[in-house]
């Protein structure tokens, strides 16, 4: 259901894009509005023009929360923040900073930018209603989008990370203490406890037969809740992966092979022997190629024998070789992005240090994620 988004406009160079949860939730907002709140609310205006109001009043909706995310995003970008895109899915939107925020002074004014947006808009249809005629459609829908962005602003306000009221939380905190990580670990263990909270008030509600509203706050808990957790668990990442270098997860022992070994030495006593998909081809201590599976699949069986590994590999050994010193962050966006299983540590002189391996790297991650450390 997420990820799945069709682009609808680009504002300041960000492409404002619609996932396509959001269109359920449009169709069971207009719905929930024309068949329960505005006749329940005001059930003089007549049964015509429900549909109308609710329709213009879930695109109002839509609106508030567009600007909501806009006004993050156009804070973010005065203060040379990149933003990509902007989502609108199930429960509101996400601006997507492409960036980490580097100072909490940043952070707490690109925050509470969204929470003012939905107050200023709440007191603007607030106005506006008191400008159209009492009781009419028009002054059913602002009353409403104004309410609604009262709640939007409220509910953001809510000091649980990854909620906007969380980050105002983390800033404050980061910038009396200095110390980030903590900060995010208080403000996303507030989240969770909140996101608990709405969960529990779920229950409740489906126990006193509110089905509907109380699917609702399950939902919108079990998101929070995950939120809350995934972006505690990217700071720790992040802090890890530019923390570590090279030199630090390799392994020293390198199963390399020699040039002059044949293709059914290379199949049978490594390729069998130890289920890597390539290996580094060795001179001495320099590197002078690689060898992988997709080349070997292109040679004929009866070759084996006859063909040394030396004569098909691959002399391209650039993109598998890095520094002692370059950061885990550069290793796996390098393996990422090539595709590849390992890479091999190299020092100055060309000779191999130690391996890499993607596999080794995220097993590390979890042992240090699971002892927090
Ligand atoms: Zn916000």
Redesign the pocket.
């Given at each position: 259901m997420f990820g799945r988004s069709i682009k609808i406009a680009t504002i300041f160079g960000i492409s404002i894009e619609i996932d396509f949860s959001w269109f359920v939730i449009f169709f069971l907002v207009a719905w929930s509005l024309s068949k329960g709140y505005f006749p329940y609310k005001y059930p003089e205006i007549g049964k015509q023009y429900y549909w109308t109001m609710g329709i213009i009043a879930s695109l109002l909706l839509f609106l508030s929360v567009l600007l909501?995310?806009l006004s993050?995003s156009y804070i973010a970008l005065r203060n040379n923040l990149p933003i990509s895109k902007i989502t609108l899915f199930i429960f509101g939107g996400v601006a997507n900073l492409a960036e980490e925020v580097k100072t909490p002074g940043v952070e707490f004014r690109v925050a509470i930018a969204?929470?003012i947006c939905s107050f200023v808009l709440m007191f603007l249809c607030h106005f506006l209603a008191g400008l159209a005629e009492p009781d009419s459609g028009v002054f059913a829908v602002l009353s409403y989008v104004s309410l609604i962005n009262g709640i939007l602003a409220i509910f953001?306000l809510i000091p649980g990370f990854p909620l906007?009221g969380g980050r105002l939380l983390r800033s404050a905190m980061w910038y009396f203490t200095g110390n980030y990580k903590g900060s995010t670990y208080l403000a996303s263990t507030i989240g969770k406890g909140f996101a608990f909270f709405l969960m529990a008030m779920g229950f409740f509600q489906i126990m006193s037969g509110n089905t509907f509203n109380g699917i609702w706050l399950i939902f919108i808990g079990y998101f929070l809740k995950g939120a809350a957790e995934s972006s505690y668990q990217q700071v720790v990442m992040k802090e890890i992966f530019t923390d570590l270098t090279a030199e630090k997860v390799m392994k020293r022992h390198v199963i390399s092979v020699t040039g002059g070994i044949s293709i059914r030495n290379l199949v049978d006593d490594y390729f069998l022997n130890y289920h890597y998909d390539s290996f580094p081809v060795v001179a001495g201590t320099r590197t002078i190629g690689i060898i992988n599976m997709p080349i070997i699949k292109h040679i004929p069986k009866e070759e084996w024998d006859t063909t040394t590994v030396q004569a098909v590999m691959t002399q391209e050994t650039e993109k598998y070789l890095v520094s002692p010193g370059d950061s885990v962050d550069d290793l796996l966006s390098r393996m990422v992005r090539g595709n590849l299983g390992w890479l091999l540590v190299v020092k100055d002189d060309q000779s191999v240090a130690g391996i890499v391996t993607r596999s080794d790297i995220m097993h590390l991650l979890k042992i240090k994620s699971d002892l927090n450390e």
């Open positions: 909501h995310e993050h969204g929470p953001n906007d």
